[in-house]
């Protein structure tokens, strides 16, 4: 089974981190009180401009980190990978008694062709990854695996193989397998971070997918159009899952900026298979395993036609200008389901949006020294599709496993974070909430002890549904959470986490009627999650 978000975070994480950000803000500044000179080592770190670029570049990005939890899989299926809502169908569960104890591993190659026949104008990226949990297996073939002893294991995955085509400066043509992120910018230019805190925040769409896409990039303003192909099943037939995309955004006076987008799924899926074993779409397994919300249609074919209309803003999305940012969005899902299905004839109407806003101020003297604020809403629906509406959100987690990621919000365990590699298991991993809705906020505090070097974190997260499952209430949870992190050199820090999240009413439930089983193999409230782990993480180039 191959992971696809866990595929996707660290592939452009590795140059887009926080501390990459102050350090960057930090040399700016320096320039400025010092201007380097011709021959200056800043002048290389700037961007090379046309004519000045490498033919062949390489990066990695490695990450270890041992983890102390109580949660972990009752399904030895999910032994070594384990992917999901918590408590899901994926067997996730907690424990009073079990702690489990393992270290993991990762290791994210990034090569970038740029023949010089070209000119610069036409280049070729590749990424791959290989991951797994320390003595898991060897001798075997498949990814997520390979460090038993002796090794031999034939373990790398392909993130991206795509070109980049430059035909006139501000304009980019990507083709091939390449990242799908539901912000206006670039994500092979742009630090990751960015890219979480503006647009749709990933939560919408965040993962890699096949298929074309035509940027235009100015001063002012930058237009996105894509076209993927999700899923193609039998080529001879019109079953597949199609993507559209167009977004915009454009600059105003004072650092802010505001931007809209349309996005369209066509799904001729026709419950006909999947991107694996746990098929794919809107009556698949796969979307209940996310944490979404699964049409209950059995096995019945149905097409669909669903799309996203949205707008979102920012202000200092850098963080640079001043020492107020803020972002936000909104966006409304709307469409059709057709299904072949006695006493569906008039299939199923979809209408629900999503909210969010997040402010921050920077109190310090460095970047890493700011306080934030964030909420998020996503609309419920009481009866399901039982009355032929559906009120709630879809996100890409329908069809990937999973293609959507709320990792930006400070949380560990209420939502998901960034730092995982073959564990990804947060109570709510889709916004959707498995349809229920969500009201929601992380309030977290950040401190440079030692400027650019020591960084102290504290936070909290508590999370409401919007509909309260039979037999429980509306609250999912408290989380506390802490995290201190030391900067060895440029690119390379070792960090020190640790959460926990206090289980509310909502997990009182005892009714399963339109979602995966909230509580798991529980009759009961389950036991609170904890988790405590130590990252080194380095940038290698």
Do not use: C
């Not at 990424?127 to 002893?149: L, M, P, R």
């Not at 990242?179 to 769409?205: E, H, I, Q, S, V």
């Not at 306080?371 to 009481?382: E, F, L």
């Not at 409230?525 to 904890?530: A, E, F, N, S, V």
């Amino acid at each position: 089974m191959k992971n696809k978000l866990l595929l996707l975070i660290p592939g452009v994480f590795f140059v887009l981190s926080q501390h990459t950000v102050a350090q960057t803000h930090n040399l700016i500044q320096d320039a400025k009180q010092n201007p380097p000179t011709s021959k200056s080592i800043f002048k290389k770190d700037l961007p090379v401009s046309a004519g000045e670029y490498k033919t062949l570049q390489f990066f990695a990005f490695f990450i270890t980190q041992g983890v102390a939890t109580n949660m972990y899989p009752e399904s030895s299926l999910f032994n070594g990978q384990l992917v999901g809502r918590l408590f899901g169908s994926n067997s996730s569960s907690t424990s009073s008694t079990k702690t489990s104890w393992y270290a993991e591993q990762r290791l994210i190659p990034f090569f970038i062709l740029t023949p010089k026949l070209f000119n610069g104008k036409a280049l070729l990226r590749t990424s791959f990854e290989i991951d797994w949990t320390w003595g898991d297996q060897a001798y075997g073939v498949g990814g997520n695996k390979g460090s038993a002893i002796s090794a031999d294991q034939v373990n790398i995955q392909t993130q991206n193989i795509e070109i980049e085509l430059i035909p006139a400066p501000g304009w980019a043509v990507n083709l091939g397998l390449q990242r799908l992120f539901d912000t206006p910018f670039n994500p092979y230019r742009t630090f990751f971070d960015k890219m979480t805190y503006t647009g749709y925040r990933l939560a919408y769409w965040g993962s890699d997918a096949v298929g074309i896409s035509v940027r235009r990039d100015t001063d002012l303003s930058k237009l996105k159009l894509g076209y993927y192909k999700l899923y193609e099943n039998f080529q001879e037939l019109h079953d597949d899952v199609t993507l559209l995309e167009a977004v915009y955004r454009h600059k105003l006076p004072n650092y802010w900026n505001i931007g809209v987008s349309a996005y369209a799924i066509l799904d001729r899926g026709k419950n006909t298979g999947g991107v694996s074993v746990f098929g794919q779409g809107l009556t698949s397994t796969l979307v209940a395993y996310n944490g979404g919300y699964r049409f209950n249609f059995g096995t019945n074919d149905y097409t669909a036609n669903i799309g996203w209309l949205g707008m979102f803003f920012s202000r200092n999305p850098d963080f640079i200008m001043d020492r107020y940012q803020l972002t936000g969005f909104f966006n409304y899902n709307l469409g059709k389901v057709n299904v072949n299905k006695v006493g569906w004839e008039n299939g199923v109407d979809i209408g629900g949006f999503g909210i969010n806003g997040r402010a921050a101020y920077r109190y310090g003297q460095t970047l890493e020294d700011y306080v934030s604020v964030d909420y998020v809403y996503s609309s419920g629906d009481q009866n399901g599709i039982s009355d032929g509406k559906y009120s709630g959100v879809i996100t890409g987690n329908t069809w990937g496993l999973p293609a959507s990621i709320f990792i930006s919000s400070g949380a560990y365990l209420l939502f998901p974070h960034a730092n995982v590699v073959n564990r990804f298991t947060p109570a709510v991993a889709d916004i959707s909430n498995m349809g229920y809705g969500l009201n929601a906020f992380t309030i977290n505090a950040y401190h440079d002890l030692i400027p650019n070097k020591l960084n102290v974190k504290i936070g909290a997260a508590q999370g409401f549904s919007n509909v309260n499952p039979q037999g429980g209430g509306n609250n999912l949870g408290t989380e506390l959470n802490a995290a201190i992190k030391y900067n060895l050199g440029v690119f390379m820090s070792v960090e020190l986490h640790a959460a926990n999240l206090w289980l509310g009413d909502f997990y009182d439930s005892n009714d399963d009627s339109y979602s995966s089983d909230i509580n798991g193999s529980f009759t009961g409230r389950p036991t609170d999650p904890w988790t405590v782990f130590i990252v080194y993480k380095w940038l290698i180039f």
